[in-house]
């Protein structure tokens, strides 16, 4: 998952000596400016009916004469965005998959001149055509070994800001494989402690400090809501504390709060048993703040930044939370819990209390919260909901420069309503209606004292069906939100 990559200022593609050659087209016409056997080569595979210069279309073409290269794939650019320049670079890629790629060679043609974005997003395509699960499936073909991009640029004056851009992509990259990767993994093998432990090896090989506190020292904490949600399980919960220093101690940090329920069942209030298996990534949150960290640390940005994973599993069994427990949390507000399978907010609740300590700059939640959100916004953008306008604007923007977006849902007070409750000051439950929303109201009521927003990632942290799988999201608009607030 992890490459190198390096810019190389050249004309001459066809003499480059990497294993594959990737030709990126814009236009619908062989552009100028491709050296001669390449050219030659291209039109005729056109000319064969190989391939066509039409949106969505690419080819695998071998050994053409006179391009040093033995392997070429050309993918047809459908537009001058880079979110049309990264899904023709999976395009491509995916017909090079499993050809023992070590290196590869990208060039685009036909377009203005590249800059950092476009450099950034094809190496983020590269890396998420690059990964592999196989961690509990020895039987899938061994890890592919891309371990080498060079980008092709006509100028020294294009390198610089293609060379930011591919360290960028390339750092993303990273972050989004490790939040797959821990995403998917199944429930017994990525329990709350087992989770923990990826997160320290990931913080020790980042430099970072991490603090692990196990049960007892979150009771002694006092976060009751959290432990509620976990009592029900044999696994002991976890509470990851994990900082990066990139400025002076007495900067305040930007927090990420993550939802790491490594496995929902529902609790007492039992999901039903079609594609419950899903909710093994109920902790893609938690594993999007890792990946994160893991990204920011290798950018190395002036500013602190703190993540902070609450990790536990929510099980039905004699010890579990009921139906009309009242639980007190963190904060001292008590919560009567109505449905003991809306376990992420009150998990959240208590870890949003715990960083007010920290007296950040502002925090952002991270939650596959609800069902609710995937009927309202699909699988494209993530839920936002935030109190702060100016952080709301923040994260949009950072989502659409890193073609990771998310979508602003309303806040109004009027979605409270539902919560209240005659037995606690709230309740953990309103309605069907607004689902979403009455979750991200019940969240808002424990960050009065923070600059706060919260992703609802239900729907695009996974993917199901035949490419069911994390998809990492959403690493990239964190780490470019991240990386705006040092500017
Ligand atoms: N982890 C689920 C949310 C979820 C559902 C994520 C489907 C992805 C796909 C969350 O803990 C949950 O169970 N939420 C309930 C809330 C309800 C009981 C108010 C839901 O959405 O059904
Ligand atoms: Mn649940
Ligand atoms: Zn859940």
Redesign the pocket.
């Known amino acids: 998952m992890d490459f190198r990559t390096q810019l190389t200022v050249s004309g001459a593609a066809s003499r480059t000596s990497a294993d594959a050659l990737l030709l990126l087209v814009l236009g619908d016409s062989l552009p100028a400016g491709l050296d001669e056997p390449l050219a030659q080569g291209l039109s005729e595979a056109i000319a064969q009916g190989d391939f066509s210069l039409k949106p969505g279309k690419s080819a695998y073409l071998r050994q053409l004469a006179g391009v040093k290269t033995p392997r070429v794939a050309v993918a047809a650019v459908r537009d001058g965005s880079t979110k049309a320049l990264k899904a023709a670079t999976a395009a491509g890629l995916v017909l090079l998959k499993g050809l023992g790629v070590k290196h590869l060679a990208v060039q685009v043609l036909g377009g203005g001149s590249l800059g950092a974005a476009e450099a950034e997003a094809i190496a983020a395509a590269a890396s998420e055509v690059v990964y592999l699960y196989n961690t509990t499936k020895p039987s899938a073909s061994p890890a592919p070994v891309l371990n080498k991009l060079s980008l092709l640029v006509a100028s020294k004056a294009e390198a610089k800001a293609a060379d930011e851009g591919l360290v960028r992509g390339a750092a993303i990259g990273a972050g989004v494989a490790l939040a797959r990767e821990l995403a998917n993994r199944p429930g017994n093998h990525c329990t709350p402690t087992l989770f923990a432990h990826e997160a320290r090896k990931m913080a020790k090989a980042q430099g970072l400090k991490i603090e692990v506190l196990d049960k007892k020292q979150i009771e002694a904490l006092g976060m009751g809501s959290f432990l509620a949600v976990s009592q029900g399980s044999d696994e002991p919960p976890r509470f990851i504390v994990m900082h990066y220093h990139g400025a002076a101690k007495s900067e305040p940090p930007l927090v990420l709060v993550g939802k790491g329920?490594t496995f929902?069942s529902?609790g007492i209030?039992l999901?039903p048993g079609g594609e419950m298996d899903?909710?093994k990534?109920?902790m893609g949150g938690a594993a999007s703040v890792v990946g994160t960290l893991r990204a920011v640390a290798e950018l190395k940005p002036k500013l602190n930044l703190i993540g902070v994973i609450a990790a536990c599993e929510?099980m039905p069994s004699g010890r579990a939370l009921k139906p009309g427990d009242v639980i007190t949390s963190l904060s001292g507000q008590t919560i009567e819990v109505l449905?003991t399978?809306?376990?992420?907010r009150l998990i959240l609740c208590d870890a949003l209390t715990y960083v007010e300590r920290f007296k950040p700059a502002a925090v952002v939640d991270i939650a596959?919260?609800?069902?609710?959100?995937?009927v309202a916004l699909g699988g494209v953008r993530s839920g936002l909901f935030s109190t702060d306008d100016s952080l709301a604007a923040e994260l949009q923007a950072a989502g659409d420069a890193a073609l990771d977006t998310c979508w602003r849902m309303p806040t109004d007070d009027e979605y409270d309503e539902g919560l209240k409750s005659n037995f606690a000051d709230v309740a953990n439950?309103a309605g069907r209606a607004g689902?979403a929303i009455t979750?991200a109201m019940f969240l808002k009521r424990f960050t009065d004292k923070l600059r706060w927003a919260h992703l609802d990632i239900?729907?695009t942290?996974w993917k199901s069906g035949a490419a069911k799988g994390a998809t990492g999201r959403p690493v990239g608009l964190l780490t470019h939100w991240v990386l705006a607030q040092a500017k």
Do not use: Q
């Open positions: 329920v929902d529902g209030s999901k899903e909710m990534f109920d929510n449905n399978d809306a376990e992420g596959t919260l609800t069902g609710a959100c995937v439950i689902g979750a239900a729907g942290a």
